[in-house]
T-cell receptor, first 114, second 115 residues
Framework: GAGVSQSPSNKVTEKGKDVELRCDPI?????LYWYRQSLGQGLEFLIY????????KSGLPSDRFSAERTGGSVSTLTIQRTQQEDSAVYLC????????????FGPGTRLTVL | DAKTTQPPSMDCAEGRAANLPCNHS???????VYWYRQIHSQGPQYIIH???NNETNEMASLIITEDRKSSTLILPHATLRDTAVYYC????????????????FGQGTILTVHP
């Protein structure tokens, strides 16, 4: 079946612009996670959705970062007024809720802020 | 979530077993041991997980010590395509707790399989 998909695969933007990154989770997966991977920081958690609500936003680095999820499916991560330090690969993962259900990752969006 | 310690790198000959160790001495009773790997420029790939008992699937085996303070991932017949960064992660369930099952990645072990 279809896995987690993300778009765009690559995004180059200028400092100060806003960007939107999209994640399509596996159908039926209620839990959705955003992570980012940068050279200096490794792979770090950003935000967790259960359905359309986000009970854990503790990893968002600043108020320029926000995310939403609609219909319990697609999620969008928005970065406002991008900075060069936002350059990273943004990864989305989804899973069933409960117990030890494993997370399945998408291929990521590589964001480059010039 | 408990912290894990892994060697930064390991080598393995193609066709031989690769044994990747992980220490997680502060693991809690309801925390699972997960293994993911990341091949260059791809998203992390789930390999296997366990709570107390040893586990085996089509990709690998997971051996967890009786006190649960360490574990070993075994790739029985390593191939060149197994060259990747391997992450050992300890996490709680994604319901009923405050961690929501989020994964905390360390630096992992860079496994290089050579001919």
């Amino acid at each position: 079946g279809a896995g987690v998909s993300q778009s765009p695969s690559n995004k180059v933007t200028e400092k100060g612009k806003d960007v939107e990154l999209r994640c399509d989770p596996i159908s039926g997966h209620t839990a959705l996670y955003w992570y980012r991977q940068s050279l200096g920081q490794g792979l770090e958690f950003l935000i967790y959705f259960q359905g359309n609500s986000a009970p854990d936003k503790s990893g968002l680095p600043s108020d320029r970062f926000s995310a939403e999820r609609t219909g319990g499916s697609v999620s969008t991560l928005t970065i406002q007024r991008t900075q060069q330090e936002d350059s990273a690969v943004y990864l989305c993962a989804s899973s069933l809720v409960g117990g030890a259900n494993e997370q399945f990752f998408g291929p990521g969006t590589r964001l480059t802020v010039l | 979530d408990a912290k894990t310690t892994q060697p930064p790198s390991m080598d393995c000959a193609e066709g031989r077993a690769a044994n990747l160790p992980c220490n997680h001495s502060t693991i809690s009773g309801n925390e699972y041991v997960y293994w993911y790997r990341q091949i260059h420029s791809q998203g992390p790939q789930y390999i296997i997980h366990g709570l107390k008992n040893n586990e085996t699937n089509e990709m690998a085996s997971l051996i967890i010590t009786e006190d649960r303070k360490s574990s070993t991932l075994i790739l029985p017949h390593a191939t060149l395509r197994d060259t990747a960064v391997y992450y050992c992660i300890v996490r709680g369930p994604n319901a009923g707790g405050t961690s929501y099952g989020k994964l905390t990645f360390g630096q992992g072990t860079i496994l290089t399989v050579h001919p």
